[in-house]
């Protein structure tokens, strides 16, 4: 991106984050739920039912076409599923779909024709043909139901609330296993269909929204009109979905980039509010559309087109070209477009890597204010995720086998969102070439387009690519759990010779150690700095270095690259008394807490360049520092009590 242009987004970025927002998002950390519907909450919904899914793999699912009415006064549903699929296995005997049983199944044909199921309360609907099917047979299934969909409040499922502006809306959430709730359906990631028809019919003053391309607009009696949505992508089953309110539509195209442009189609309320208020944030999801395509690889959709419907959703749901969204947000936005290529292009094959979705979208965030604002907020946000991680212990991105019926901990925002976009971040740093780090993410995404992957499938391309060994990277921090806690000791002689002393432990038992490079940085008394990489091999490692300047201070990973927390920086042979700073990240007062009292000790704060902003004196074991007048970002506490000086960073959101 040249620099003329990205001054342009800079500015542009600056402009609409605070004018129609009143508030940086730089160095703050959103929740994962303000950016995606599935993190943890009081309302969650465990999977009723354990389904056996190789069940599943006897038929391969090519076609579905959901032809439904609804209205926005309730979760009233009624209409036809039709699938069309062939056999796999040499021979299938009996079917199995999955739908709740709250809905009523009016009658279920095959081929054409009637036949006897058997729909059970555990949301299992089973039959069996009349003569056993053979391996590639194809065949067509409609199911006729209706009732109320039961979402228990639950915000799964299909959906209609109260949007506060003068309208109804109603929206579906599938992910990760509630699809069987609205519609029936094979829950299976690995079987894609190869296109999908939603054709919803409704009274004539709303509008739906839904994947792929609106065909056809159909008046029908009684002041009804059916919506035709059809989209000829490969589609998994948690992403299809549809929105339905008086909706009003502000749509555009990005700039032509590559040749093309890709269409952009935002359904929100009719009131104007939402337009008036967050018109530029809107606009800005062109740019965001396309620097996404200069870091991916071209839209995945560019036939059909990019969305966003407005709903009552929490955060949002990367439903494939039309994304369900609450609002505009920064984040929210970003992270739910970068999911086209991460999550929809390319999805998960088991949710035991659903890293693949969450950890590369929330990764999205970090590239958006890398290249919209700049490093330093970028950073800013790394450290605070980081900060985030290291609250626990222990915990894998690797989502265990006996957890998959648990969506909390499938879609654990420190670990599937903010550990697997750390992760990444540090693969990023390992290959130390971004070039090469967007080229595997762009051939991960042309090696397994419209299918689905596995982390090891990441993994293959990465070590291909880069013709490295990343088997124990993946190891102690994918499969892995905790981070390593270091201590830092330095000293410099009077001939300027600098030994620095690294003591690593880990927070965790289960991985009692982390083999790894990072990065050191050395300010000096004359203003200058340095950086140099540091390769801990084993737990304790010393370095020796030649200098010809004096060292003022240290600052380990001063880039936030790697996964550590640094529990204490000491200069000379004696060290201060510990001291803990809480809470941290921090608004607006933090305390220091000492472990010895009484002693004299000048407190100086830096920002993240290193220049003092504030100085102040402190004699107790207890020190209260007001940062509210700070803005959001890094920062660093320099405690000197006149024989020794210890570093600490502090993250103020």
């Given at each position: 991106?040249?620099?003329?242009?990205?001054?342009?987004?800079?500015?542009?970025?600056?402009?609409?984050?605070?004018?129609?927002?009143?508030?940086?998002?730089?160095?703050?950390?959103?929740?994962?739920?303000?950016?995606?519907?599935?993190?943890?909450?009081?309302?969650?919904?465990?999977?009723?039912?354990?389904f056996h899914y190789q069940e599943h793999d006897a038929f391969d699912v090519h076609f579905y076409y959901l032809n439904l009415w609804a209205e926005t006064n309730d979760v009233f549903l009624k209409g036809f599923v039709e699938i069309q699929g062939s056999v796999q296995d040499d021979v299938l005997d009996t079917i199995y779909l999955e739908l709740d049983y709250s809905l009523h199944i009016d009658s279920l044909l095959f081929n054409k024709k009637n036949i006897s199921f058997t729909h059970s309360q555990n949301g299992i609907l089973f039959f069996s043909p009349s003569q056993a099917l053979i391996k590639d047979e194809p065949f067509i299934i409609r199911v006729y139901y209706q009732g109320m969909a039961n979402n228990s409040g639950s915000g799964r499922g299909y959906n209609s609330e109260d949007s506060h502006h003068n309208t109804r809306v109603n929206w579906t959430l599938s992910e990760p296993f509630y699809s069987k709730d609205w519609w029936p359906c094979k829950q299976d990631l690995q079987d894609k269909?190869?296109?999908?028809?939603?054709?919803?019919?409704?009274?004539?003053?709303?509008?739906?929204?839904?994947?792929?391309?609106?065909?056809?607009?159909?008046?029908?009696?009684?002041?009804?009109?059916?919506?035709?949505?059809?989209?000829?992508?490969?589609?998994?089953?948690?992403?299809?979905?549809?929105?339905?309110?008086?909706?009003?539509?502000?749509?555009?195209?990005?700039?032509?980039?590559?040749?093309?442009?890709?269409?952009?189609?935002?359904?929100?309320?009719?009131?104007?509010?939402?337009?008036?208020?967050?018109?530029?944030?809107?606009?800005?999801?062109?740019?965001?559309?396309?620097?996404?395509?200069?870091?991916?690889?071209?839209?995945?959709?560019?036939?059909?087109?990019?969305?966003?419907?407005?709903?009552?959703?929490?955060?949002?749901?990367?439903?494939?070209?039309?994304?369900?969204?609450?609002?505009?947000?920064?984040?929210?936005?970003?992270?739910?477009?970068?999911?086209?290529?991460?999550?929809?292009?390319?999805?998960?094959?088991?949710?035991?890597?659903?890293?693949?979705?969450?950890?590369?979208?929330?990764?999205?965030?970090?590239?958006?204010?890398?290249?919209?604002?700049?490093?330093?907020?970028?950073?800013?946000?790394?450290?605070?995720?980081?900060?985030?991680?290291?609250?626990?212990?222990?915990?894998?991105?690797?989502?265990?086998?006996?957890?998959?019926?648990?969506?909390?901990?499938?879609?654990?925002?420190?670990?599937?969102?903010?550990?697997?976009?750390?992760?990444?971040?540090?693969?990023?740093?390992?290959?130390?070439?971004?070039?090469?780090?967007?080229?595997?993410?762009?051939?991960?995404?042309?090696?397994?387009?419209?299918?689905?992957?596995?982390?090891?499938?990441?993994?293959?391309?990465?070590?291909?690519?880069?013709?490295?060994?990343?088997?124990?990277?993946?190891?102690?921090?994918?499969?892995?759990?905790?981070?390593?806690?270091?201590?830092?000791?330095?000293?410099?002689?009077?001939?300027?010779?600098?030994?620095?002393?690294?003591?690593?432990?880990?927070?965790?038992?289960?991985?009692?150690?982390?083999?790894?490079?990072?990065?050191?940085?050395?300010?000096?008394?004359?203003?200058?700095?340095?950086?140099?990489?540091?390769?801990?091999?084993?737990?304790?490692?010393?370095?020796?270095?030649?200098?010809?300047?004096?060292?003022?201070?240290?600052?380990?990973?001063?880039?936030?690259?790697?996964?550590?927390?640094?529990?204490?920086?000491?200069?000379?042979?004696?060290?201060?008394?510990?001291?803990?700073?809480?809470?941290?990240?921090?608004?607006?007062?933090?305390?220091?807490?000492?472990?010895?009292?009484?002693?004299?000790?000048?407190?100086?704060?830096?920002?993240?360049?290193?220049?003092?902003?504030?100085?102040?004196?402190?004699?107790?074991?207890?020190?209260?520092?007001?940062?509210?007048?700070?803005?959001?970002?890094?920062?660093?506490?320099?405690?000197?009590?006149?024989?020794?000086?210890?570093?600490?960073?502090?993250?103020?959101?």
């Open positions: 991106m040249n620099s003329g242009i990205k001054t342009f987004l800079f500015l542009y970025f600056l402009i609409s984050i605070f004018l129609f927002l009143g508030r940086s998002v730089y160095a703050q950390l959103p929740d994962p739920h303000d950016f995606c519907s599935h993190t943890k909450s009081i309302k969650s919904k465990q999977r009723q039912a354990s269909a190869d296109s999908v028809w939603i054709f919803i019919s409704t009274s004539s003053k709303n509008k739906v929204g839904s994947n792929g391309l609106l065909t056809a607009t159909i008046p029908l009696d009684h002041d009804k009109v059916r919506y035709e949505w059809k989209s000829h992508y490969p589609i998994d089953y948690y992403l299809i979905s549809f929105s339905l309110a008086e909706y009003m539509e502000y749509s555009f195209f990005t700039p032509e980039q590559y040749g093309r442009k890709v269409w952009i189609q935002n359904y929100m309320y009719p009131d104007s509010a939402m337009y008036k208020s967050q018109k530029a944030l809107i606009d800005c999801t062109k740019i965001e559309m396309n620097l996404l395509r200069e870091k991916y690889g071209e839209y995945p959709f560019i036939e059909e087109k990019y969305g966003h419907c407005i709903s009552r959703i929490g955060g949002g749901m990367e439903h494939q070209t039309m994304t369900t969204q609450a609002n505009f947000s920064f984040h929210l936005s970003i992270h739910e477009m970068g999911h086209s290529w991460f999550g929809d292009q390319v999805t998960c094959a088991t949710w035991n890597d659903i890293w693949l979705n969450e950890g590369f979208a929330t990764y999205t965030q970090y590239l958006g204010l890398e290249n919209m604002a700049d490093k330093a907020s970028a950073d800013g946000f790394m450290a605070a995720m980081q900060s985030v991680v290291r609250r626990e212990p222990d915990g894998s991105v690797f989502v265990p086998n006996d957890q998959l019926e648990n969506r909390d901990r499938i879609f654990s925002g420190r670990l599937s969102y903010y550990k697997g976009a750390v992760i990444i971040h540090m693969i990023r740093y390992v290959l130390a070439n971004d070039d090469l780090f967007f080229h595997v993410l762009q051939q991960y995404q042309s090696q397994y387009a419209y299918k689905t992957a596995s982390a090891e499938d990441f993994k293959n391309v990465l070590e291909k690519l880069s013709g490295n060994n990343f088997e124990e990277f993946f190891n102690l921090w994918y499969y892995g759990e905790g981070f390593p806690i270091y201590y830092f000791e330095w000293e410099q002689a009077v001939n300027n010779s600098f030994s620095l002393k690294a003591q690593q432990e880990s927070s965790t038992v289960k991985t009692p150690f982390f083999r790894m490079d990072y990065d050191i940085q050395l300010f000096f008394t004359d203003g200058s700095d340095t950086i140099f990489t540091m390769h801990q091999q084993e737990a304790e490692e010393t370095l020796f270095l030649q200098l010809t300047k004096r060292v003022k201070a240290i600052l380990p990973n001063p880039k936030s690259s790697n996964l550590m927390e640094v529990k204490g920086v000491y200069s000379g042979l004696s060290l201060p008394g510990v001291v803990s700073i809480e809470p941290n990240p921090a608004h607006d007062i933090v305390m220091l807490r000492f472990t010895n009292s009484n002693q004299q000790r000048k407190l100086s704060v830096f920002n993240s360049t290193l220049q003092k902003i504030a100085e102040k004196k402190a004699f107790n074991r207890f020190v209260e520092l007001d940062i509210g007048n700070l803005p959001a970002g890094v920062f660093f506490i320099l405690i000197d009590d006149g024989q020794s000086t210890v570093l600490k960073k502090l993250i103020k959101y």
